[in-house]
């Protein structure tokens, strides 16, 4: 750590990805440029050889990703950041990395698609690419960002549940949070929680790298400190050598979501406002949460009984969550910029206890709050 005081900065959520990373220790950065996360690494590329970390700038995202992961193995805090197009480069990799259990950060700033789609306009397209995009069946944390601050804490949790639970993470942000500017008060280093695997305490020759532990999560050893071990996309044992013996594959395959599923708690991060009595629950994420807020004052003022319910940690989808917060709601709105991605969860959770509806910008466009005043008045129940 580089001892950080309390500073007080006008930055962009890109920028505070990056003060963010260096606050949780990150030492190495390897990806390719891509608007809108470019300055991410541009920032990078200067800070991280300050600190003794490495930057690289690979020939593609694939590349990128893969330096990551290698870089991870060898024990250095890692992280790239891409777009919609370099996010779907890495996938198979993120998969290695899931089944590998190899801790590191993904920053996805998220824009306009499908392919080239408007490299410079907001979208939030990338949600169940985020959950689903690498084949297989795998588990998967994905956070993301309502606010630069938010963009700065959520890039250490980010950091924290990687090297916590053995396993990429996933942080999207949407280009308005990416390229907005906020005045913000960052914590001391010394403030920051910062979480560091678990490292063996026996000897080499004992160490088994997939072990089952009463966490789920194995200690990991970092290449060159005198342990060896196989890493593999394969599934494989509890020594990490290939296997096909049936109670073998269930117990490794089993073990990758209980460690996910124990941490619910931890790993589950929302949000609500004016819910207690909320007749009407927006539900939002991202910058499109600030526009629900507004919304919902006023729809406040008009006298309707309506609350946010913001979505912080996006996979695993905080379902406990949304249900504690829904016990009076007679109707839900779910507000995104993509065609219903999230809107789907929502209403798969709701199997027929409130009426669900969405509200989709799928025009490269912010959606303003009137917007979604205008959308609960059309619905019919609140006038």
Not at 90 to 119: D, H, K, W
Request: with cysteine.
């Amino acid at each position: 750590m580089s001892g950080r005081p309390q500073r007080e900065l006008l930055c962009q959520g890109n920028e505070a990805v990056v003060e963010g990373s260096l606050a949780a220790g990150v030492r190495f950065f390897g990806g390719y440029p891509i608007t809108p996360s470019t300055e991410i690494a541009e920032i990078l590329s200067v800070e991280l050889p300050k600190v003794g970390g490495t930057f690289i700038q690979m020939e593609d995202e694939i590349a990128g990703i893969g330096s990551c992961l290698g870089a991870s193995l060898s024990g250095a805090k890692s992280m790239t950041a891409t777009s919609g197009p370099g996010f779907s480069l890495m996938q198979e990799l993120i998969g290695f990395g899931c089944i590998a259990e190899i801790p590191m950060v993904i920053v996805n700033v998220m824009r306009y698609g499908p392919s080239t789609g408007l490299p410079t306009s907001p979208s939030q397209g990338d949600v169940m690419q985020a959950r689903w995009g690498t084949h297989g069946d795998h588990p998967i944390i994905v956070l993301t960002a309502a606010s630069v601050l938010e963009a700065f804490h959520m890039t250490v949790k980010a950091f924290n549940f990687s090297e916590k639970y053995r396993i990429p993470v996933i942080l999207l942000l949407d280009e308005v949070v990416g390229h907005m500017r906020e005045k913000v008060l960052l914590p001391a280093d010394e403030e920051v929680q910062v979480v560091n695997r678990v490292k063996p305490e026996i000897p080499p020759d004992w160490y088994k790298p997939y072990e089952v532990t009463n966490t789920g999560v194995p200690p990991m050893a970092s290449f060159g400190e005198g342990y060896r071990y196989h890493v593999t996309g394969l599934v494989h044992d509890e020594m990490g050598f290939p296997t096909q013996v049936k109670s073998e594959v269930t117990a490794s395959t089993d073990r990758l979501f209980d460690k996910i599923t124990r941490g619910f708690a931890d790993i589950c991060i929302t949000d609500s406002y004016q819910t207690d009595d909320a007749e009407l629950i927006v539900v939002a994420y991202g910058s499109v949460a600030r526009s629900a807020r507004e919304a919902v004052d006023q729809l406040r003022e008009k006298g309707h009984k309506a609350g946010l319910f913001q979505i912080t940690t996006l996979w695993p989808f905080p379902r406990t969550s949304l249900e504690n917060t829904a016990k009076v709601a007679r109707m839900m709105v779910v507000v995104e910029m993509n065609r219903g991605q999230i809107y789907r969860e929502v209403w798969r959770v709701s199997r027929g206890r409130w009426t669900v509806h969405k509200v989709s910008g799928t025009d490269g466009e912010m959606i303003a709050p009137q917007m979604i005043v205008d959308a609960v008045k059309e619905y019919g129940q609140w006038r």
